[in-house]
């Protein structure tokens, strides 16, 4: 079985802290997806990465960075914590689809993050 | 992007068969098609993909019409164990590319009634 997981289910910081959210993966996957959640708002992708120091934008990358240094761990970074980045944060991984636009995600259970 | 719309919830009752469609108007020719099912407090699980026409598997069908603009995740004789929030997915995250086509829609909450 793929397993997909996330370095802590519940996280409290202060505003303005820099937080690291960590996401491990066990099947060799090179597609890697950090997803925020919100009620009424589905998930939403902050960033990807398709190999080792690769990473492309997602749609709400402001305020995120990430780092990938091994094909295993994919890492989110929030450079200073605000109170609209409490939300439940997923991280997903997928096998590459090179010529063929198919997607099947693998997802760990989640950080819920609270920002005070 | 291909924006995605689904219903925002649906009751059934236990036994019934459950259909729910999203919309995916502007889907683009080499986008697939992917449901996922999500329990609370856990992450999004894969149920279900296709391209077009029909798909089935030991859990699900999925049935795509000729423009696929729409698609509908077919779940036979819904169970207690069946009351989750069905999320559709279309198109992709390409390497290199510079840019992506990944949409999620808002997930329809259904609800099993016994």
């Known amino acids: 079985d793929v397993k997909v997981t996330q370095s802590s289910r519940y996280l409290v910081k202060r505003t303005g802290e820099k937080v690291f959210l960590e996401c491990v993966q066990d099947m060799d996957h090179e597609n890697m997806f950090w997803y925020r959640q919100d009620p009424g708002l589905g998930l939403r992708l902050i960033y990807f990465s398709y190999d080792v120091k690769m990473k492309e934008k997602g749609d709400i990358p402001e305020g995120y960075s990430v780092s990938r240094e091994k094909k295993e761990r994919f890492s989110l970074i929030l450079e200073s914590a605000s109170t609209n980045q409490t939300s439940m944060y997923l991280c997903a991984s997928s096998l590459p689809t090179p010529g063929l636009k198919s997607y099947e995600q693998y997802f760990g259970p989640g950080t819920r993050l609270t920002v005070t | 992007l291909a924006k995605t719309t689904q219903p925002i919830s649906m009751d059934s009752y236990e036994g019934q068969e459950v259909n729910i469609t999203c919309s995916h108007n502007?889907?683009?020719?080499?986008?697939?098609i992917t449901w996922y099912q999500q329990f609370p407090s856990q992450g999004p699980r894969f149920i279900i993909q296709?391209?077009?026409t029909k798909v089935t598997n030991e859990v699900a069908s999925l049935f795509i019409p000729a423009d696929r603009k729409s698609s509908t995740l077919s779940l036979p004789r819904v169970s207690l164990s069946d009351t989750a929030v069905y999320y559709c997915l279309v198109g992709f995250a390409e390497r290199g590319a510079g840019s992506y086509q990944l949409t999620f829609g808002k997930g329809t909450k259904l609800s099993v009634i016994p």
């Open positions: 502007n889907i683009a020719t080499n986008d697939y």
């Open positions: 296709g391209y077009k």
